[in-house]
């Protein structure tokens, strides 16, 4: 058991139980609540239905001593969370005030007109709860005491859940957990490198979390030592060059920031990809001070108009290739004027793969203050797969490239 004791998540709505929403929330829930040292022993889904919330509730809060729910906060007549924990509890749910005067504050600055009987629903707080306002949304959390400890509520929506979260449960990643984030190296060479290591740390536990190409070794602390940051030191050392963080950040924050503190500016020039790896850096807010632009040139044609790319080179080696790699990113350095330039061109299938150039294959090119350089992988996993591992592959070279 965790050192924390037992705990329990109920994810609340019918479009869970109908299958149309993905429980997002359950993972993130318990993958915070584990890190901080309890033990998940029970997660469950329930429909938007009074009698089997309240029934459900009741039971969990009797034998946990955190129960956790999301969902059904909101302001209409299937949000029935608030009620249903006010009956498992055998407490009343009360009217603040101070809630009534912010969503008519809300509802008056949304031009809504005067806020309906409807919205204030969500003014209603069980009997001693703990009041979290929302930074998003307007739905509240609640933090009730219960017999056995307590019964946290929060909103469905996993961008208002979220920051509720971190207010409730603290950074789990600064106390007893630290995560080194991997690129370039498999689940099990990770999980092989860090084990050794930790045969020093007894106390520590390791997890090895794999997404495409990328990797997250999770440290846990279960002793009362303070010996996380020396196994976190430790661990990372076995790592090596593969760790791009230790502080939570993407692979593509990484990159921008590292250009950023250079001055570096970035472009991009995108065949199989087509666009996924100027979306990737432009999705991180603030990537204008670094992105300059990108291009989609899927086709021949494009690459020769738009990069400059020769024919010759395309017809005597092949779109997937590395000189035209290497052409695509020194000519994108040329149009696109950015210091670093990144180009994928590769074959993400299903089809169009020949033995010399199978599904998988893709050729990177980087140009960076006038050198051009290019690389190879070959990638597994469908067109999907393909294309996502190569926005991670090219993100990692730029980091390389920009001494990370
Ligand atoms: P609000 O009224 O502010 O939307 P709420 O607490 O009433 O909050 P719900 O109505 O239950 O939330 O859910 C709203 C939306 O949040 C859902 O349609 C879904 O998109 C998302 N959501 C709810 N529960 C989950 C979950 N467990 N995992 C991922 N997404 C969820």
Same mark, same amino acid.
């Given at each position: 058991m965790g050192e924390k004791g037992h705990a329990a998540i109920v994810t609340v709505g019918s479009e869970l139980t109908y299958g149309l929403r993905l429980d997002t929330n359950t993972r993130d829930i318990a993958s915070r609540l584990s890190r901080l040292g309890?033990? #998940?022993?029970e997660a469950v889904s329930v429909a938007d239905d009074l009698h089997a919330l309240a029934t459900t509730l009741k039971r969990l809060c009797a034998a946990y001593p955190l129960v956790v729910t999301t969902g059904g906060l909101g302001p209409t007549h299937d949000d029935l969370t608030r009620e249903a924990a006010a009956k498992s509890l055998d407490l009343p749910l009360e009217r603040d005030p101070k809630l009534m005067r912010w969503l008519e504050s809300v509802a008056a600055r949304h031009a809504l007109g005067k806020a309906s009987e409807q919205v204030f629903r969500q003014a209603e707080v069980i009997q001693g709860a703990r009041v979290i306002r929302p930074t998003i949304g307007t739905a509240s959390g609640q933090v009730v005491p219960t017999s056995a400890g307590k019964l946290v509520l929060l909103p469905g929506p996993p961008q208002e859940m979220s920051p509720m979260l971190d207010e409730i449960f603290g950074d789990a990643e600064r106390s007893s957990t630290r995560i080194l984030r991997c690129a370039g190296i498999t689940e099990s060479d990770a999980q092989v490198a860090v084990q050794e290591v930790l045969e020093e740390h007894p106390d520590i536990s390791l997890t090895v979390l794999a997404s495409p190409s990328l990797v997250d070794v999770v440290l846990v602390e279960h002793g009362h030592g303070d010996d996380i940051a020396d196994a976190a030191v430790d661990a990372a050392a076995a790592l090596g060059s593969h760790v791009y963080a230790s502080d939570g950040r993407s692979l593509a924050e990484v990159v921008l920031d590292d250009a950023a503190q250079l001055g570096v500016t970035i472009a991009t020039a995108e065949s199989c990809t087509g666009g996924m790896l100027s979306a990737a850096l432009t999705d991180v807010p603030g990537s204008s001070r670094v992105v300059r632009g990108g291009v989609v040139t899927y086709s021949n044609e494009l690459k020769m +108009? !738009? !990069? %400059? #790319?020769?024919q010759a080179l395309l017809e005597q080696? %092949?779109? #997937? +290739?590395a000189s035209v790699a290497e052409a695509m990113a020194a000519g994108a350095a040329e149009t696109l004027g950015a210091d670093l330039t990144l180009s994928v061109t590769g074959v993400a299938g299903p089809e169009g793969g020949t033995d010399e150039k199978p599904v998988g294959l893709v050729w990177f090119g980087v140009a960076y203050r006038g050198e051009t350089s290019s690389f190879s992988r070959r990638l597994p996993g469908d067109r999907a797969g393909v294309r996502t591992r190569a926005v991670v592959a090219a993100l990692d070279a730029a980091r390389k490239a920009l001494g990370g």
């Open positions: 309890y033990t #998940v022993a +108009s !738009l !990069l %400059g #790319v020769r080696n %092949g779109a #997937v +290739s």
